[in-house]
Antibody, heavy 128, light 110 residues
Framework: QVLLLQSGAEVKKPGASVKVSCKAT????????LHWVRQAPGQGLEWMGI????????TYAQEFQDRVTMTRDTSTSTVYMELRSLRSEDTAVYSC?????????????????????WGQGTLVTVSS | QSALTQPASVSGSPGQSITISCAGT?????????VSWYQQHPGKAPKFLIY???KRPSGVSNRFSGSKSGNTASLTISGLQAEDEADYYC??????????FGGGTKLTVL
Protein backbone atom coordinates (compact mmCIF):
# COMPACT_ATOMS: atom_id res chain seq x y z
CA GLN A 1 0.00 0.00 0.00
CA VAL A 2 1.33 3.39 -0.98
CA LEU A 3 1.61 5.59 2.11
CA LEU A 4 3.27 8.80 3.22
CA LEU A 5 3.71 8.70 6.99
CA GLN A 6 4.50 12.02 8.65
CA SER A 7 5.90 12.93 12.03
CA GLY A 8 3.71 14.15 14.86
CA ALA A 9 2.39 17.55 15.83
CA GLU A 10 4.80 20.26 16.95
CA VAL A 11 4.48 23.38 19.08
CA LYS A 12 7.13 26.03 18.53
CA LYS A 13 7.85 29.55 19.72
CA PRO A 14 8.19 32.45 17.29
CA GLY A 15 11.66 32.57 15.81
CA ALA A 16 12.28 28.86 16.24
CA SER A 17 12.63 26.21 13.54
CA VAL A 18 10.64 23.05 12.86
CA LYS A 19 11.59 19.94 10.90
CA VAL A 20 8.83 17.64 9.66
CA SER A 21 9.54 14.18 8.31
CA CYS A 22 7.66 12.11 5.74
CA LYS A 23 8.42 8.42 5.23
CA ALA A 24 7.33 6.87 1.94
CA THR A 25 6.30 3.24 1.72
CA UNK A 26 4.84 0.94 -0.92
CA UNK A 27 6.53 2.36 -4.02
CA UNK A 28 10.03 3.08 -5.37
CA UNK A 29 11.04 6.13 -3.34
CA UNK A 30 13.48 7.63 -5.83
CA UNK A 31 11.07 7.44 -8.78
CA UNK A 32 8.44 9.96 -7.67
CA UNK A 33 8.81 13.64 -6.88
CA LEU A 34 7.55 14.76 -3.48
CA HIS A 35 6.05 18.13 -2.66
CA TRP A 36 5.16 19.99 0.52
CA VAL A 37 1.81 21.75 0.82
CA ARG A 38 0.50 23.62 3.83
CA GLN A 39 -2.97 24.65 5.01
CA ALA A 40 -3.51 27.25 7.70
CA PRO A 41 -6.60 26.80 9.90
CA GLY A 42 -9.73 27.53 7.87
CA GLN A 43 -7.63 28.53 4.87
CA GLY A 44 -6.74 27.11 1.48
CA LEU A 45 -3.88 24.97 0.23
CA GLU A 46 -0.48 26.54 -0.39
CA TRP A 47 2.31 24.91 -2.40
CA MET A 48 5.69 25.22 -0.68
CA GLY A 49 8.15 23.32 -2.82
CA ILE A 50 9.30 20.11 -4.48
CA UNK A 51 12.17 17.69 -3.98
CA UNK A 52 13.47 15.07 -6.37
CA UNK A 53 14.25 12.16 -4.04
CA UNK A 54 16.71 10.71 -6.53
CA UNK A 55 18.94 13.76 -6.97
CA UNK A 56 17.98 15.85 -3.96
CA UNK A 57 17.35 18.82 -6.25
CA UNK A 58 14.73 21.20 -4.87
CA THR A 59 12.61 24.13 -6.01
CA TYR A 60 10.87 26.34 -3.47
CA ALA A 61 7.96 28.73 -3.77
CA GLN A 62 9.22 32.30 -3.77
CA GLU A 63 7.42 33.03 -0.51
CA PHE A 64 9.52 30.45 1.34
CA GLN A 65 12.84 30.73 -0.54
CA ASP A 66 14.86 32.08 2.34
CA ARG A 67 13.26 30.08 5.17
CA VAL A 68 12.71 26.53 3.96
CA THR A 69 14.99 23.57 3.27
CA MET A 70 13.82 20.22 1.90
CA THR A 71 16.10 17.21 2.12
CA ARG A 72 15.89 13.47 1.71
CA ASP A 73 17.43 10.29 3.08
CA THR A 74 17.29 7.55 0.49
CA SER A 75 18.38 4.90 3.01
CA THR A 76 15.13 5.36 4.94
CA SER A 77 12.88 6.62 2.09
CA THR A 78 12.23 9.77 4.07
CA VAL A 79 11.99 13.42 3.08
CA TYR A 80 12.25 16.32 5.48
CA MET A 81 10.97 19.88 5.45
CA GLU A 82 12.60 22.43 7.74
CA LEU A 83 11.03 25.86 8.17
CA ARG A 84 13.02 28.52 10.05
CA SER A 85 12.23 31.84 11.70
CA LEU A 86 8.71 30.71 12.51
CA ARG A 87 5.97 33.26 13.04
CA SER A 88 2.36 32.88 14.14
CA GLU A 89 1.21 32.94 10.51
CA ASP A 90 3.10 29.69 9.95
CA THR A 91 0.61 27.82 12.14
CA ALA A 92 -0.76 25.25 9.72
CA VAL A 93 -1.02 21.60 8.74
CA TYR A 94 2.01 20.66 6.65
CA SER A 95 1.59 17.76 4.23
CA CYS A 96 3.95 15.86 2.01
CA UNK A 97 2.39 14.93 -1.29
CA UNK A 98 3.46 12.61 -4.08
CA UNK A 99 3.39 13.77 -7.67
CA UNK A 100 1.35 11.43 -9.87
CA UNK A 101 3.22 9.56 -12.57
CA UNK A 102 2.65 6.79 -15.07
CA UNK A 103 5.28 4.17 -15.82
CA UNK A 104 5.94 2.17 -18.94
CA UNK A 105 8.86 -0.13 -19.61
CA UNK A 106 9.52 1.59 -22.93
CA UNK A 107 9.29 5.22 -21.80
CA UNK A 108 9.99 5.18 -18.08
CA UNK A 109 8.11 7.57 -15.79
CA UNK A 110 5.81 10.31 -17.13
CA UNK A 111 5.03 12.89 -14.47
CA UNK A 112 1.51 14.30 -14.40
CA UNK A 113 2.15 17.59 -12.52
CA UNK A 114 -0.66 16.69 -10.08
CA UNK A 115 -0.79 15.18 -6.62
CA UNK A 116 -2.10 11.65 -6.08
CA UNK A 117 -1.01 10.57 -2.60
CA TRP A 118 -1.18 12.82 0.47
CA GLY A 119 0.38 12.33 3.87
CA GLN A 120 -1.83 12.56 6.95
CA GLY A 121 -0.54 16.05 7.68
CA THR A 122 1.47 17.46 10.58
CA LEU A 123 0.05 20.32 12.64
CA VAL A 124 2.67 22.92 13.48
CA THR A 125 1.54 25.49 16.02
CA VAL A 126 3.60 28.64 16.49
CA SER A 127 2.76 30.39 19.72
CA SER A 128 4.54 32.28 22.43
CA GLN B 1 2.83 33.85 -7.64
CA SER B 2 -0.76 34.80 -6.78
CA ALA B 3 -3.34 32.18 -5.89
CA LEU B 4 -5.82 31.13 -8.55
CA THR B 5 -9.28 32.67 -8.07
CA GLN B 6 -12.21 30.45 -7.14
CA PRO B 7 -15.67 31.41 -5.87
CA ALA B 8 -15.84 31.12 -2.11
CA SER B 9 -18.98 29.02 -2.25
CA VAL B 10 -21.41 27.31 -4.58
CA SER B 11 -24.53 25.30 -3.88
CA GLY B 12 -26.90 22.95 -5.61
CA SER B 13 -29.66 20.47 -4.95
CA PRO B 14 -29.28 16.70 -5.19
CA GLY B 15 -29.34 15.57 -8.81
CA GLN B 16 -28.41 18.95 -10.19
CA SER B 17 -25.12 19.96 -11.82
CA ILE B 18 -22.79 22.67 -10.58
CA THR B 19 -19.66 24.23 -12.00
CA ILE B 20 -16.74 25.69 -10.06
CA SER B 21 -14.48 28.13 -11.87
CA CYS B 22 -10.77 28.63 -11.38
CA ALA B 23 -9.32 31.79 -12.87
CA GLY B 24 -5.60 32.11 -13.43
CA THR B 25 -3.32 34.00 -15.76
CA UNK B 26 -1.46 33.49 -18.99
CA UNK B 27 1.51 32.38 -16.85
CA UNK B 28 -0.22 29.40 -15.29
CA UNK B 29 -3.69 28.13 -16.33
CA UNK B 30 -3.45 29.75 -19.73
CA UNK B 31 0.01 28.38 -20.52
CA UNK B 32 -0.30 24.75 -19.50
CA UNK B 33 -2.92 22.02 -19.77
CA UNK B 34 -1.80 20.97 -16.30
CA VAL B 35 -4.76 21.94 -14.10
CA SER B 36 -5.77 19.51 -11.38
CA TRP B 37 -8.65 19.42 -8.92
CA TYR B 38 -8.96 18.11 -5.37
CA GLN B 39 -11.87 17.39 -3.04
CA GLN B 40 -11.40 17.87 0.69
CA HIS B 41 -13.86 16.82 3.38
CA PRO B 42 -13.50 18.43 6.83
CA GLY B 43 -10.53 17.11 8.74
CA LYS B 44 -9.42 14.91 5.86
CA ALA B 45 -6.59 14.98 3.35
CA PRO B 46 -7.47 16.19 -0.15
CA LYS B 47 -8.54 13.61 -2.70
CA PHE B 48 -7.18 13.63 -6.25
CA LEU B 49 -10.10 14.22 -8.68
CA ILE B 50 -8.88 15.54 -12.03
CA TYR B 51 -5.51 16.03 -13.73
CA UNK B 52 -4.33 17.53 -17.01
CA UNK B 53 -7.57 19.57 -17.14
CA UNK B 54 -9.91 16.73 -18.13
CA LYS B 55 -8.51 13.36 -17.01
CA ARG B 56 -9.87 11.35 -14.11
CA PRO B 57 -7.67 9.05 -12.03
CA SER B 58 -8.81 5.47 -11.73
CA GLY B 59 -11.69 5.14 -9.29
CA VAL B 60 -13.00 8.71 -9.56
CA SER B 61 -16.65 8.94 -10.56
CA ASN B 62 -17.46 10.14 -14.07
CA ARG B 63 -19.82 12.64 -12.44
CA PHE B 64 -16.70 14.80 -12.07
CA SER B 65 -15.40 16.47 -15.21
CA GLY B 66 -12.96 19.23 -16.01
CA SER B 67 -12.51 21.77 -18.76
CA LYS B 68 -10.52 24.88 -19.61
CA SER B 69 -10.99 27.97 -21.72
CA GLY B 70 -8.22 30.51 -21.92
CA ASN B 71 -7.03 31.40 -18.44
CA THR B 72 -9.99 29.81 -16.66
CA ALA B 73 -10.48 26.17 -15.74
CA SER B 74 -13.72 24.63 -14.50
CA LEU B 75 -14.86 21.61 -12.54
CA THR B 76 -18.36 20.31 -13.17
CA ILE B 77 -20.11 17.90 -10.85
CA SER B 78 -23.22 16.30 -12.30
CA GLY B 79 -25.91 14.40 -10.46
CA LEU B 80 -25.04 16.07 -7.16
CA GLN B 81 -25.04 13.79 -4.14
CA ALA B 82 -24.96 14.60 -0.45
CA GLU B 83 -21.44 13.19 -0.14
CA ASP B 84 -20.18 15.74 -2.68
CA GLU B 85 -20.49 18.43 -0.02
CA ALA B 86 -16.85 19.40 0.56
CA ASP B 87 -14.21 21.98 -0.28
CA TYR B 88 -12.78 21.90 -3.79
CA TYR B 89 -9.38 23.21 -4.86
CA CYS B 90 -7.89 23.77 -8.27
CA UNK B 91 -4.16 23.75 -8.88
CA UNK B 92 -2.07 24.67 -11.90
CA UNK B 93 1.50 24.10 -12.92
CA UNK B 94 3.03 27.57 -13.23
CA UNK B 95 6.31 26.88 -14.98
CA UNK B 96 9.88 26.67 -13.66
CA UNK B 97 8.90 23.72 -11.47
CA UNK B 98 6.36 25.68 -9.43
CA UNK B 99 2.67 25.15 -8.74
CA UNK B 100 -0.15 27.40 -7.54
CA PHE B 101 -3.43 26.48 -5.83
CA GLY B 102 -6.78 28.21 -5.89
CA GLY B 103 -8.29 29.62 -2.73
CA GLY B 104 -10.87 26.85 -2.52
CA THR B 105 -14.64 26.63 -2.98
CA LYS B 106 -17.09 25.31 -0.41
CA LEU B 107 -19.81 23.23 -2.06
CA THR B 108 -23.10 22.96 -0.19
CA VAL B 109 -25.63 20.35 -1.25
CA LEU B 110 -29.02 21.78 -0.32
Amino acid sequence: QVLLLQSGAEVKKPGASVKVSCKATGYPFTSYYLHWVRQAPGQGLEWMGIINPSSGITTYAQEFQDRVTMTRDTSTSTVYMELRSLRSEDTAVYSCVREAADYSASSGYYYRRAFDIWGQGTLVTVSS
Amino acid sequence: QSALTQPASVSGSPGQSITISCAGTSSDVGSYDLVSWYQQHPGKAPKFLIYEVTKRPSGVSNRFSGSKSGNTASLTISGLQAEDEADYYCCSYAGSTTWVFGGGTKLTVL
